[in-house]
Each structure stands twice: as C-alpha cells, then as structure tokens.
C-alpha cells in the first residue's frame, strides 16, 4: 500500500488535534512513534517536503513527496505543525508577548 491520501489526511487530523507527539529529528525533520512505526516528515533545501513511513530499524517503507510552492497541501501543514509543536513555537510567543507587556 502506498502512502494514500487518506493516510496523510489521517496523520494531518490527529497531528492538528494533538494526538501525535512529534520529535525533533533534525534540524529539518521531525518524527513520531506509533507502536513500532515512525513517521518521518523532512524539508529539503530546496523545500521539498518528504513524508516516510519506516520500520523500528528506520527503513523506508513507504514515502510521499511533495514539490514546494505548489499551494496548501497536506504535507506543508504536517510539516508547520510539527515544527510548531517541537519548537514550542506558541508558547514561546505568547511568553515573548506577556514579557514585553511588562517593559
């Protein structure tokens, strides 16, 4: 089975409703574990994002590209939202707000 769009609208749901803790896995990729599968969303240099499925030994079993700049797709808000979730990136704001409230 290849990684089908229902698939990646599954990862896309759970990810938005925080089901899915993500990882930092580089400094442009992030995972998650689920049972003894990872799924693996990365950002190349030239934006492409890439979505894996791999084993517990981390083989590639299955992965979906997507070509940068081509509109709202799934795989783009995948990626913001891990990033986000790993970087703490709301968090981080709302504190940076509060603090600069206070001056």
Do not use: H
Request: charge should be negative; proline fraction near 2%.
């Amino acid at each position: 089975m290849a990684v089908s769009s229902e698939l990646v609208d599954t990862i896309l749901a759970r990810t938005r409703e925080g089901k899915l803790t993500w990882e930092e896995l580089s400094l442009t990729g992030f995972l998650v574990r689920v049972g003894q599968t990872m799924i693996i969303i990365d950002r190349s240099r030239g934006g492409q994002i890439t979505l894996r499925i791999t084993d517990e030994a981390g083989k590639t079993i299955e992965a979906v590209d997507q070509q940068p700049f081509i509109g709202d797709q799934p795989l783009t808000e995948i990626y913001e939202l891990a990033r986000r979730q790993v970087l703490k990136v709301d968090e981080t704001l709302s504190d940076l707000k509060r603090k600069l409230d206070t001056l």
